[in-house]
Antibody, heavy 126, light 110 residues
Framework: QVQLVESGGGVVQPGRSLRLSCAASGFTFSSYGMHWVRQAPGKGLEWVAVIWYDGSNKYYADSVKGRFTISRDISKNTLYLQMNGLRAEDTAVYYC???????????????????WGQGTTVTVSS | QSALTQPASVSGSPGQSITISCTGTSSDVGGYHFVSWYQQHPGKAPKLMIYDVSNRPSGVSNRFSGSKSGNTASLTISGLQAEDEADYYCSSYTSSSTLGFGGGTKLTVL
């Protein structure tokens, strides 16, 4: 079945780095744009980043721009989020999610995310 | 970054209809057809309920409908059921090529 499984979360000190992974299965990973979305404890959803189906474009929330990098490895059907310079405010559950539209570009990558992982928890604390 | 405005809470009795609003600007909700709605139960991942303003994914009940007028999008749930009690989030593409979420609305079924 169509599935996304995140991993790589944990407890990390401020300023350190962490890389999250999202393993995709049950669909043609290379045909879909992918997002990272996070949710701080007791708070709402916050979009983090998107990568188009072909990896040609990547966009980031202002809160993570310059610190986080989204990427994908088609050969491994895996999405990544490299997080550098972590701050306490980055503490959250991180979800990967699939854009509903195949071969999306521009706004069509953001019309809806139809498959979500279960989330991985990142805690930034000294 | 886009910050869409939703009511913090709404409530309704079983069988009734409720509407959740999502207000943005011409740079997000009003400017694009890329508005979506998500349902989230406690401790669970969000679930897509509406995409591209008014389309329902396969498997989502037709009691859920979406619309947009100007800078405000709306999610309507008819025939409220106990299982509809959850948090609901809207999102919209923005002119910065980013995505913004609303603050979320807690739906209580009385």
């Amino acid at each position: 079945q169509v599935q996304l499984v995140e991993s790589g979360g944990g407890v990390v000190q401020p300023g350190r780095s962490l890389r999250l992974s999202c393993a995709a299965s049950g669909f043609t990973f290379s045909s879909y744009g992918m997002h990272w979305v996070r949710q701080a404890p007791g708070k709402g959803l916050e979009w983090v980043a998107v990568i188009w189906y072909d990896g040609s474009n990547k966009y980031y929330a202002d809160s993570v721009k310059g610190r986080f990098t989204i990427s994908r490895d088609i050969s491994k059907n895996t999405l990544y989020l490299q997080m550098n310079g972590l701050r306490a405010e980055d503490t959250a559950v991180y979800y990967c999610a699939r854009a509903w539209k195949e071969y999306c570009s521009g706004g069509s990558c953001s019309g809806g995310m139809d498959v979500w992982g279960q989330g991985t928890t990142v805690t930034v604390s000294s | 970054q886009s910050a869409l405005t939703q009511p913090a809470s709404v409530s309704g009795s079983p069988g009734q209809s409720i509407t959740i609003s999502c207000t943005g600007t011409s740079s997000d909700v009003g400017g694009y057809h890329f508005v979506s709605w998500y349902q989230q139960h406690p401790g669970k991942a969000p679930k897509l309920m509406i995409y591209d303003v008014s389309n329902r994914p396969s498997g989502v009940s037709n009691r859920f409908s979406g619309s947009k007028s100007g800078n405000t999008a709306s999610l309507t749930i008819s025939g409220l059921q106990a299982e509809d009690e959850a948090d609901y989030y809207c999102s919209s593409y923005t002119s910065s090529s980013t995505l913004g979420f609303g603050g979320g609305t807690k739906l209580t079924v009385l």
